[in-house]
């Protein structure tokens, strides 16, 4: 008997757009919700794009010097 699963592609029914990965990743609830309330305040939007926004912010003013970030985190 031939089942139609046999033949069937695994994977995610919708292709991420180009330039995206899709990961898995547990951020602060407070954190969360503060991009959630900024697209909320804004009339709409993705808080996703928006926590994207902030990170690269983040590389670009710190040239990329994340040691120092995570070195204040452990402080």
Not at 31 to 54: M, P, R, S
Request: aromatic share 6%; proline share 4%; glycine share 8%.
């Amino acid at each position: 008997m031939n089942s139609q699963f046999e033949t069937a592609q695994q994977g995610p029914v919708v292709q991420p757009p180009s330039g995206k990965t899709r990961i898995t990743i547990r951020l602060d609830t407070d954190i969360l919700n503060w991009f959630k309330k900024q697209v909320h305040d804004a009339g709409g939007g993705n808080y996703q794009t928006l926590v994207n926004q902030a990170l690269r912010e983040h590389i670009q003013a710190n040239n990329g010097a994340l040691e120092q970030t995570l070195r204040m985190e452990l402080e």
